[in-house]
Every structure is written in C-alpha cells, then in structure tokens.
C-alpha cells in the first residue's frame, strides 16, 4: 500500500487481520448519521460528499458531522462540526468508546461473537478521563462532545469515514482503530447503513 493509506491498512489488519473495508457505497446513503473524520470530503473525495448531499435531501433526518481542526467546506453539510486539537483524534474515540460503553450502548452478543480484548480496550479508553477531560484534550467545548456522544449513541444506523487527516499521522493507525473500536462495541459493522 502507498504511504498515504499505511496507517488505514495496518489499523483494519490489526482489527480485521487483514486490509477490508466493510462497508459498501450504498451504506452512506442508508446510515441515518455519517461521521466524516479529517476529511476534506467535498475536495478530495467530491463523488462521495455528492451521494451524501443528495441522500440528505432525501432523507433531511439524517445527521452529518464533520470532524477536523479546519473548517472546511464539507461543513457546508454538518449538523455538527467538531474543529478539534490536531492529533486529538484517538482521545475523542476513545472517549467515545468510553461514554458508549457507561450507557450500555454495546452489542453483547456481537462483542462475545466477533471481537477479543474488551476489558484492556476498555481500561485504556476509561484512563482518558470523563466528558471533560476529553474536551480539554480535544481542545473543545464539552457540551460539543456530549452532543456527538449522545447522537453516536442513539444512532444505529452510523458509518464513520476518514480519510488523510487520520491516516497521515504518526498515531494513525490507532487512530484507526480508535474509530474502529467504537462499532465493534455497538455491533455497527457487517448491516446495511
């Protein structure tokens, strides 16, 4: 794999043992929220952001937020933009993982059936501290964090893309999978949206 995409690879072979996406193009029209994570979607990956701007028009209650230190003009389409501390990517999901875990948003019998680890994930996502002390790593307002918590929570139907300012970093492979770990714990990987 080129440079660009190095951190992607090792971070689904170590989840998955090897490089696969799974996920399908037809999952971003179906997902009633799409996480976009350190992508300029409307720049680099124009066909995309156009099937996800159509498929809100279709569908106006599904949800967007973009995830990137700059604002850029994919957040023409956010409900949400979390302008985040660069680099503070893995504490914003391991956050996340933490929060869903504290309000029972797991898939048991998916966890039991497909992952291994839990309790050592869960230790180091729980050591980055509660709601506040994320925000302070993530260098946002706490009440934006909550927001995404909460609407990540609720939604079963997510797909969360990212794309170069994910991978092109020197943790991006735990960014990754910080990412990664999130639907694995809630069961969203292998259904439609």
């Not at 720049?43 to 700059?70: F, G, S, T």
């Not at 389409?77 to 929060?99: E, Q, R, T």
């Not at 029972?104 to 680890?117: C, I, L, N, R, S």
Request: some cysteine; aromatic content about 6%; overall charge negative.
């Amino acid at each position: 794999s080129r440079l660009c995409m190095a951190s992607a690879v090792a971070g689904h072979k170590r989840t998955f043992g090897e490089d696969l996406v799974p996920a399908s193009y037809e999952d971003l029209e179906l997902a009633d929220l799409v996480v976009l994570a350190g992508s300029n979607t409307a720049w680099c990956h124009p066909i995309l952001y156009q099937r996800i701007a159509r498929a809100r028009e279709l569908r106006p209650e599904m949800k967007v937020v973009v995830i990137d230190p700059r604002r850029t003009a994919t957040c023409d389409i956010a409900d949400l933009h979390l302008p985040l501390k660069s680099g503070s990517d893995v504490a914003l999901f391991n956050g996340l993982l933490d929060y869903l875990d504290r309000h029972g948003v797991e898939d048991a019998a998916f966890v039991d059936a497909h992952t291994q680890g839990l309790r050592e994930t869960l230790r180091v996502a729980q050591a980055g501290g509660d709601l506040h002390a994320v925000a302070r790593a993530c260098g946002l307002d706490a009440h934006l964090i909550d927001e995404f918590f909460r609407l990540f929570a609720r939604t079963a139907r997510t797909v969360t893309v990212f794309s170069q300012g994910v991978n092109q970093s020197s943790s991006g492979t735990d960014k990754v999978n910080s990412i990664i770990n999130c639907h694995l714990l809630t069961g969203r990987i292998g259904k439609p949206g």
